[in-house]
């Protein structure tokens, strides 16, 4: 592997700006690195190696002539393939999807287009981010770099497994119930989910409005804060938006990195996201990093948030609900494949019905019908809306709790990454891996997962900080903390040794 690709995004971007390096050279690297693996990955849906080179070849221009570019310009990233790419296809992974090319730019997607980073595909998922390990994806599973007959965890299971194969230092992810997070925890990266609104959502497909959330993938905290800063901020064209600015997250990542400790912090252990159905090494490494965290001078605090015992249940009718809402746009006939009936009278519900049938998968079908059902006459108060007042309940745990600590943590996921088909056919057991992580997204505030460590078998385990709404700064120290006390557990990654004739 070129030891280029070994670096993070922030220092290849110091080392592009020193003229070290060409974007052209790193790009170039990182397309030959998925060549010689992705066949084994299946990372990404589609590449567009024309246009990164493009875009690399202008950053060394302009470099060259002396142009003040952005800091990160010419760092390669991915995409996940439900953020909509001018001129790129963007299928969610899905069939009714397949062959879409998209007339505009996501707002994320432009800002990235402007600041000039190559874009040089765009990454596997669960189809219309609907699932927890990426076997739910039209167009075949991803594999996880750690160990290929194991889940890379979903839905953004693609971007996890680019950013931990060395294929790409950056790459975007969505997270609707843990979709950055929990693919984070079993490869090894780091992933975080921004406060919601923080980052512009115009141009993500849609799964789940009051839920979905943009955040970065990555190796290092630095490096996501680094793309935060470049991604977030206010967005006009977005009615969920923030109005309000990116903090200095990078600056303040490198203070406590250097720094070592965070003075006067104050953390808090969730009783309830423990225990029962987590796996003993996932809970060994999570009390080994709190361990480490009172050594560094924080004040550790066990609380309870009661609530968070009914936060699965009701976010699988809210987020039914709202995908049953956002999917009927796919019907055969505004745009998407089209499948007309074979017997019988061509009519628009029996187009619907024939496209449907054949342009989702099962995961979708089941998650549209529970999502119908539930928002039907006689049934909506009793499902949807109990639901929606779990989430006030959360919502005010969440408040109470911030009012003693400065932070909440817990492991991000309750197990490494398990076998391919070990829970594909149970749904439930699958729903479960989302337990530690769908808190955050029914109350909006910002989560983030860091590597601690790997378990018996050699596999990731990662480490989950939650912080208020809006303080995503304060969720980005901590991080920088438990990095710099756990170690480079990304850069033990099996996929960094193997040889590219793999």
């Known amino acids: ?56 070849a202008e950053v060394d221009r302009l470099r060259a002539a002396g ?59 669960d189809e219309f ?5 990426t076997e739910h994806s039209a167009y075949g599973p991803t594999r996880n770099p750690w160990d290929v007959d194991r889940i890379p965890g979903g839905s ?10 060395y294929m790409v230092p950056l790459a975007l992810g969505s997270d609707t119930g843990g979709s950055i ?49 470049l991604i977030g901020g206010h967005d006009p064209l977005d009615s969920t938006s923030l109005p309000a600015p990116v903090p200095p997250l990078g600056e303040a990542v490198a203070k406590v990195a250097a720094d070592g400790v965070l003075a006067g912090l104050k953390v808090g252990v969730v009783k309830e996201l423990s225990g029962d159905g987590y796996q003993a090494e996932v809970l060994d490494a999570f009390t080994d990093t709190v361990e480490r965290l009172r050594r560094a001078g924080a004040e550790i605090v066990e609380v309870s948030c009661p609530s968070f015992d009914y936060a699965l249940a009701a976010y699988y009718l809210i987020m039914p609900a709202e995908v049953s809402s956002n999917l ?71 408040d109470r709790v911030f009012g003693q600590v400065d932070v909440l943590v817990s492991p991000t996921a309750p197990t490494t990454a398990f076998a391919f088909g070990d829970k594909l056919d149970d749904p439930l057991a699958m729903y479960l891996n989302d337990i ?12 983030m997962s860091i590597p601690v460590g790997v378990d018996g078998q050699g596999l990731p385990i990662g480490f989950q900080v939650i912080a208020p709404a809006h303080a995503d700064l304060r969720m980005y120290e901590v991080a920088a903390l438990v990095e710099t006390l756990s170690g480079d557990v990304a850069g033990s990654c099996p996929a960094a040794n193997w040889e590219e004739a793999h």
């Open 181 to 229: 997070r929990q693919p984070g925890s079993v490869t090894g990266t780091v992933g975080a989910k921004p406060t919601y609104g923080a980052v512009s959502r115009y141009g993500l497909v849609a799964m789940a409005s009051s839920l979905d959330q943009i955040g970065p993938v990555t190796r290092t905290v630095a490096d996501a804060a680094a793309l935060t800063e």
């Open 328 to 398: 009927a746009r796919f019907d055969g006939i505004r745009y998407g494949i089209r499948v007309e009936p074979t017997e019988g009278p061509v009519t628009a519900e029996r187009v619907m019905a024939a496209t449907r049938e054949a342009g989702f998968g099962d995961e979708v079908k089941r998650r549209i019908i529970l999502g119908t059902h539930v928002l039907s006459a006689g049934y909506y108060d009793a499902y949807y809306g109990s639901a929606q007042k779990v989430r006030t309940l959360i919502q005010r745990d969440f």
């Open 436 to 447: 530690a992580t769908i808190p955050a997204n029914l109350a909006g505030v910002p989560a």
């Open 129 to 133: 981010a609907m699932g927890s390990s």
């Open 1 to 56: 592997m070129n030891d280029l690709l070994k670096k993070s995004a922030v220092e290849l971007a110091a080392m592009l700006r020193a003229g070290h390096i060409t974007s052209v050279e790193l790009t170039t690297a990182c397309l030959d690195r998925i060549d010689a693996l992705d066949g084994r990955i299946h990372a990404f849906l589609h590449l567009d190696r024309d246009g990164a080179l493009a875009t690399a």
């Open 67 to 125: 142009e003040d570019l952005h800091p990160l310009a010419g760092v390669p990233i991915a995409v996940k393939d439900n953020m909509v790419t001018r001129g790129m296809p963007t299928t969610c992974a899905s069939k009714i999807l397949e062959g879409w090319l998209p007339p505009y730019d996501a707002t994320v997607i432009t800002k990235i287009k402007e600041a000039r980073l190559p874009i040089v595909g765009k990454t596997n998922m």
């Open 156 to 165: 953004g299971g693609g971007s996890a497994a680019a950013v931990a194969a």
